[in-house]
T-cell receptor
Framework: RKEVEQDPGPFNVPEGATVAFNCTYS??????FFWYRQDCRKEPKLLMSVYSSGNEDGRFTAQLNRASQYISLLIRDSKLSDSATYLCVVNGDYGQNFVFGPGTRLSVLP | GAVVSQHPSRVICKSGTSVKIECRSLDFQATTMFWYRQFPKQSLMLMATSNEGSKATYEQGVEKDKFLINHASLTLSTLTVTSAHPEDSSFYIC??????????????FGQGTRLTVV
């Protein structure tokens, strides 16, 4: 089993749609969690950290369920500019290494 | 905000030659930096962890004699792809976190280096 798994995608949605991405991780000792966004041929960039209580940033909502080892990202009112690959990232321990999920590709269509 | 600078962004080299990629943290210090490789339509795969002042830690399946890593200071790590072959063609990305940051400190990524071996 992979350490971090995500919805395989791709997701093709119309503008204005709401889309949710799921991620599971296998290491129960994982301490911190993030969603990164990667545009084609570019480096990943932080979209948002994921906190235990859940957190929201504009149209984006992230949630964490430690018991189920599950993370989600909800995007409301999708924009064309949201088209990218979304990477679930887990810091496995108190070290600094990040483990990346395979990513889920989103295409927002006009 | 924190920036990681990676150079070169793109390189084309002949098979059998060596290529050096630099990764610098511009406004923070990083005891540890990470080198990833990404093949088309695949996710980032960790190659090695670069430790300032000591040997790098390589992931299983990554040849340490082929991918030489040097982390001579708290702001610079280099990855040298030795005797490059066409199958080494890939997108190489480094990342670093502020050594003074807490557990939830994000990782910053270099811009990536697209290596093409012909």
């Amino acid at each position: 089993r992979k350490e971090v798994e995500q919805d395989p995608g791709p997701f093709n949605v119309p503008e204005g749609a709401t889309v949710a991405f799921n991620c599971t991780y296998s290491n129960s000792a994982s301490q911190s969690f993030f969603w990164y966004r990667q545009d084609c041929r570019k480096e990943p960039k932080l979209l948002m950290s994921v906190y235990s209580s859940g957190n929201e940033d504009g149209r984006f909502t992230a949630q964490l369920n430690r018991a189920s080892q599950y993370i989600s990202l909800l995007i409301r009112d999708s924009k064309l500019s949201d088209s990218a690959t979304y990477l679930c990232v887990v810091n496995g321990d108190y070290g600094q290494n990040f483990v990346f999920g395979p990513g889920t590709r989103l295409s927002v269509l006009p | 905000g924190a920036v990681v600078s990676q150079h070169p962004s793109r390189v084309i080299c002949k098979s059998g030659t060596s290529v050096k990629i630099e990764c610098r943290s511009l406004d923070f210090q990083a005891t540890t930096m990470f080198w990833y490789r990404q093949f088309p339509k695949q996710s980032l795969m960790l190659m090695a962890t670069s430790n300032e002042g000591s040997k790098a830690t390589y992931e299983q399946g990554v040849e340490k004699d082929k991918f030489l890593i040097n982390h001579a200071s708290l702001t610079l790590s280099t990855l040298t792809v030795t005797s490059a072959h066409p199958e080494d063609s890939s997108f190489y990305i480094c990342s670093a976190r502020d050594r003074l940051g807490g557990m939830n400190t994000e990782a910053f990524f270099g811009q990536g280096t697209r290596l093409t071996v012909v």
